[in-house]
């Protein structure tokens, strides 16, 4: 009895093990993933879409999202949109082509605790600046709550590696393992909790490779990593070294 006891106090002090979910998009497809275009989530068997906003595919180990007007972005949702709370995650990327000519602004997109009205914005722009903003919208007005901006040094056709973490209040982004900026919004209430996570573009071609999320919300799941034997750090290293 004094075992089981023992067991049971240890098993309510361990905190909760945080799962990692693995994508690198060497299987040729993207599913699992929830498609959202130009801000409505759809449901894609096929594993691409084509639309006259956006293209959306998996080809030779990469996610690729091509999205034509930059003021209304498209991506892909995380494990078909699961809601998660604290996560850090991190994704290779880059920008190959700038398609919205007539905009002043084209970036890649990471997206965190999002809902239907609000999420956590952090982007790498081509015009050479990160945002972080707190964005909302409804009946298709967008509004931006608390933003702020930090330069950074941006080229067309290079890989980046990003790593964006979540903690509580905290929306963190660093590229090429920098610390680039940060931002605490504990005194903004509309952050949500918890919310899905997404990667996208807009107005521009962006190409995704090395997805990796980790977080207690989040579960272990490997798409071909494992299998196909690919290093995520050596790789992403060689990659943007090209």
């Not at 973490?165 to 680039?180: W, Y």
């Not at 996570?197 to 071609?205: L, P, R, T």
Request: charged share 25%; net charge negative; glycine share 10%.
């Amino acid at each position: 009895m004094k075992i089981i006891l023992m067991l049971c106090v240890l098993m309510i002090a361990m905190p909760a093990f945080a799962g990692t979910f693995r994508d690198d998009f060497d299987d040729g497809d993207l599913d699992g993933w929830k498609f959202d275009v130009e801000g409505d989530h759809i449901e894609v068997k096929s594993g691409k879409v084509e639309t006259a906003d956006c293209k959306i595919y998996a080809k030779d180990g990469e996610a690729i999202i091509m999205d034509y007007e930059a003021s209304i972005a498209s991506g892909i949702d995380f494990n078909n949109g699961l809601e998660i709370r604290d996560f850090t995650l991190t994704v290779d990327g880059k920008m190959t082509e700038i398609l919205d000519k007539s905009r002043t602004w084209d970036y890649i997109y990471v997206l965190g605790r999002c809902t239907d009205t609000v999420c956590a914005w952090s982007s790498l722009e081509a015009r050479g600046n990160i945002p972080l903003v707190i964005l909302t919208w409804a009946g298709g007005n967008l509004q931006n709550i608390a933003r702020l901006d930090f330069a950074f040094p941006f080229e067309l056709n290079r890989w980046y590696h990003i790593q964006v973490e979540m903690k509580g209040s905290k929306l963190s982004v660093s590229v090429d393992n920098k610390l680039i900026c940060s931002n605490d919004w504990v005194n903004q209430p509309i952050l949500p909790k918890k919310g899905y996570v997404s990667i996208g573009a807009g107005g521009a071609e962006v190409h995704f490779d090395n997805f990796v999320i980790t977080g207690d919300d989040v579960p272990d799941n490997s798409i071909s990593v494992e299998s196909k034997g690919k290093l995520t750090t050596t790789w992403g290293e060689i990659r943007r070294g090209k």
